[in-house]
């Protein structure tokens, strides 16, 4: 079976197309049968009439083989490897006319197509999570009018800022933010969480989820095709095509499966007198297992993986993750749960604690940051702070916030950044989460302490990466040395770095990599934002809490829809687990083809008992492969 029947699976699966060709392989199956039927009557009824029931017999032939002959071709012509098939099978059937087997000739295409039929349903089966899921955003929405009423529109059409509606039991169409209302949402379809999210007003929303118990009403934040779900999908579909050193190391073999097979065949021809053992050894020696050797893994991995909320872009999950020896984690958001909120504001003497709050909701009220985030969560209920949000803001990665409104300036952010601007700060109170400044037009208005708490899965997790042979784990983060440490210690973590800017930490994952002599391979876990450096600097860069992040997905090589620390493990055990299955079913495929070439060679398994036969090593090797899905 070829690589390019396994990439167009997923269109095939109840597709147009895919109806199309089966219906074709059907009545062509049908006619050939028919006419093996009609020729074999025609020559027992007038056995002194070969010529009609040959004739007969070569309509059969050429109704099924015609496909198989012409893609054999192809495939010389084009040097296509992934017709070693076909060109195997034109020439037993060739060679079955020439010898006389008509019959043979028409039943060795049926018999294949059959096999191949199910063989393909296997696989679509072990893709059925990918397939699902593809199938989750919805076509429709309720598009909510100025005057209240309620139209249902193409989802395609909706655009940024409009509102709809989504019902009870309806999937989310789009990407959004809650206006009003409440509900639960079951997200499990792409962040593998099996409890529902609880969303109200200013909660975000995606498209490709469930809205499970309330009606909400949802403002447009992207167009369709920019939905963090259709990026998701793009990625599943790029990630089919997955090419790694083992599919390569096939390939490389195939370039002389073709010669050696013709030579066997034709040897034991010559050796036995006899052309139906060497038919038998064309017809058995069929590469449908070696051509699934790394493809089915790698299918029964990504749906795994899906099922998780892990998503995976390219061949580092093989090449690189199987080696890892260092892991690299960004504290705030990625170790720790990165929903900070304020523990204390110290404005600093003669000025109020309102206006230290006020000066930093300014900068924070547009800002997806954690620290951003807890502030504004910080005003719900007061009175006394009013948000202005007309100021020019830019947002400087690892340092802070800086908004200009005029001939006025608000500066926010961290201890390092406020240095470096040249204010003398005054001594805090240690602290182990982060301080956060604020200036106001040169003045020093106060600080911001924040409190943060480690992920409670994150302990048991760094101990799964030792259980793994990880020989080193690691923290970098832009915080204090003292958060650094407390959260270090508190994961068992055995490093932490400390005010780290992007391009420091790009620095000391450069570092971490070790030399020509005594190379490491890192792993770095980030939020895929201020991150994006590392992560692209690693061998390779796992985005955490990627739903909704255009960078997360970008930056790295994997993906987590969710923020389970667990995640990093499995994706470790499994690219291994992976790699294992891959060089079983190398030896497991080529040792049937070894076995069913032999004993065909000595006459024990039949030409047609071989067309039945051949797709043995396939079966095992997607049996073998299933394993994976129970990871």
């Known amino acids: 079976m070829g690589k390019n029947t396994l990439e167009n699976l997923s269109a095939q699966n109840l597709s147009v197309e895919g109806k199309r060709k089966l219906?074709?392989?059907?009545?062509?199956?049908?006619?050939?049968?028919?006419?093996?039927?009609?020729?074999?009557?025609?020559?027992?009824?007038?056995?002194?009439?070969?010529?009609?029931?040959?004739?007969?017999?070569?309509?059969?032939?050429?109704?099924?083989?015609?496909?198989?002959?012409?893609?054999?071709?192809?495939?010389?012509?084009?040097?296509?490897?992934?017709?070693?098939m076909e060109i195997l099978v034109a020439i037993a059937i060739i060679a079955c006319f020439f010898n006389g087997d008509y019959q043979l000739a028409i039943l060795i295409p049926v018999i294949l197509n059959i096999a191949h039929f199910f063989e393909e349903r296997s696989i679509m089966g072990g893709r059925e999570v990918i397939d699902g899921l593809r199938k989750m955003q919805a076509d429709t929405a309720i598009l909510l009018g100025e005057d209240g009423s309620e139209t249902v529109v193409d989802a395609k059409a909706l655009e940024k800022g409009q509102k709809i509606v989504v019902k009870p039991g309806a999937s989310i169409p789009i990407d959004g933010t809650v206006v009003r209302g409440e509900s639960n949402v079951d997200q499990k379809s792409l962040t593998g969480e099996s409890l529902p999210?609880?969303?109200?007003?200013?909660?975000?929303?995606?498209?490709?989820?469930?809205?499970?118990?309330?009606?909400?009403?949802?403002?447009?934040?992207?167009?369709?095709?920019?939905?963090?779900?259709?990026k998701i999908l793009d990625m599943l579909e790029k990630s089919e095509s997955i090419s790694i050193?083992?599919?390569?190391?096939?390939?490389?073999?195939?370039?002389?499966?073709?010669?050696?097979?013709?030579?066997?065949?034709?040897?034991?021809?010559?050796?036995?007198?006899?052309?139906?053992?060497?038919?038998?050894?064309?017809?058995?020696?069929?590469?449908?297992?070696?051509?699934?050797?790394?493809?089915?893994?790698?299918?029964a991995a990504l749906a795994a993986s899906t099922k998780r909320g892990v998503l995976i872009k390219n061949s580092k999950f093989?090449?690189?993750?199987?080696?890892?020896?260092?892991?690299?984690?960004?504290?705030?958001?990625t170790i720790t749960v990165g929903s900070l909120s304020i523990s204390r504001c110290e404005p600093v003497a003669g000025v109020a604690e309102g206006e230290v709050m006020a000066a930093a909701a300014a900068m924070a009220c547009d800002s997806l940051h954690p620290v951003a985030r807890a502030v504004i969560a910080s005003l719900e209920g007061r009175e006394d702070v009013a948000v202005e949000r007309d100021w020019n803001i830019r947002e400087i990665p690892g340092k802070g916030m800086h908004g200009v409104?005029?001939?006025?300036?608000?500066?926010?952010?961290?201890?390092?950044?406020?240095?470096?601007?040249?204010?003398?700060?005054?001594e805090r109170a240690p602290h182990g989460g982060p301080i956060n400044w604020v200036a106001k037009n040169g003045r020093l208005l106060g600080s911001l302490c924040f409190d943060d708490s480690l992920r409670p899965e994150a302990p048991e997790a760094i101990e799964s990466l030792r259980a793994l042979g990880i020989g080193q784990t690691v923290i970098l983060t832009g915080d204090r040395a003292e958060a650094a440490e407390q959260i270090r210690a508190a994961a068992g973590v055995d490093e932490?770095?400390?005010?780290?800017?992007?391009?420091?930490?790009?620095?000391?994952?450069?570092?971490?990599?070790?030399?020509?002599?005594?190379?490491?391979?890192?792993?770095?876990?980030?939020?895929?934002?201020?991150?994006?450096?590392?992560?692209?600097?690693?061998?390779?860069?796992?985005?955490m809490g990627a739903m909704g992040s255009d960078t997360a997905i970008q930056s790295a090589d994997i993906a987590l829809?969710?923020?389970?620390?667990?995640?990093?493990?499995?994706?470790?055990?499994?690219?291994?687990?992976?790699r294992a299955i891959i060089?079983?079913?190398?030896?497991?495929?080529?040792?049937?083809?070894?076995?069913?070439?032999?004993?065909?060679?000595?006459?024990?398994?039949?030409?047609?008992?071989?067309?039945?036969?051949?797709?043995?090593?396939?079966f095992i090797v997607l049996l073998n492969s299933a394993r994976i899905m129970k990871s």
Not at 561 to 578: Q, S
Request: with cysteine; aromatic share 8%.
């Open 583 to 618: 060089y079983q079913n190398l030896a497991l495929s080529f040792l049937v083809s070894f076995v069913m070439i032999l004993l065909s060679a000595f006459g024990v398994i039949t030409a047609l008992m071989g067309a039945f036969l051949h797709n043995i090593g396939a």
């Open 318 to 333: 093989i090449e690189e993750l199987t080696e890892i020896d260092t892991v690299v984690f960004d504290k705030t958001g």
């Open 496 to 543: 932490a770095y400390a005010q780290l800017l992007p391009e420091d930490k790009l620095t000391r994952v450069r570092g971490l990599r070790g030399s020509e002599e005594e190379p490491h391979r890192v792993l770095v876990v980030g939020d895929g934002i201020n991150d994006a450096p590392a992560l692209k600097e690693a061998d390779v860069g796992i985005a």
């Open 405 to 426: 409104r005029g001939e006025e300036e608000i500066c926010f952010g961290s201890t390092v950044w406020f240095g470096e601007l040249g204010f003398d700060l005054p």
């Open 197 to 230: 999210q609880a969303v109200s007003a200013g909660d975000s929303v995606y498209a490709g989820t469930i809205n499970l118990d309330g009606a909400i009403v949802v403002e447009v934040a992207c167009a369709y095709v920019d939905t963090s779900f259709s």
């Open 23 to 84: 219906s074709r392989e059907i009545i062509s199956a049908l006619i050939s049968l028919s006419c093996l039927l009609a020729g074999w009557i025609y020559s027992l009824v007038f056995p002194a009439k070969p010529t009609v029931s040959t004739l007969i017999y070569f309509i059969g032939i050429v109704v099924e083989s015609t496909g198989i002959i012409v893609a054999a071709v192809k495939g010389v012509l084009h040097k296509n490897l992934t017709n070693t």
């Open 561 to 578: 829809m969710n923020n389970n620390l667990e995640n990093i493990p499995f994706v470790i055990r499994t690219a291994r687990r992976t």
């Open 245 to 299: 050193p083992e599919s390569r190391l096939v390939d490389r073999f195939m370039q002389y499966y073709i010669p050696l097979i013709l030579t066997i065949a034709a040897a034991v021809a010559l050796i036995q007198n006899n052309i139906s053992s060497a038919i038998a050894i064309l017809v058995v020696s069929c590469p449908c297992g070696q051509m699934l050797v790394s493809s089915a893994p790698m299918i």
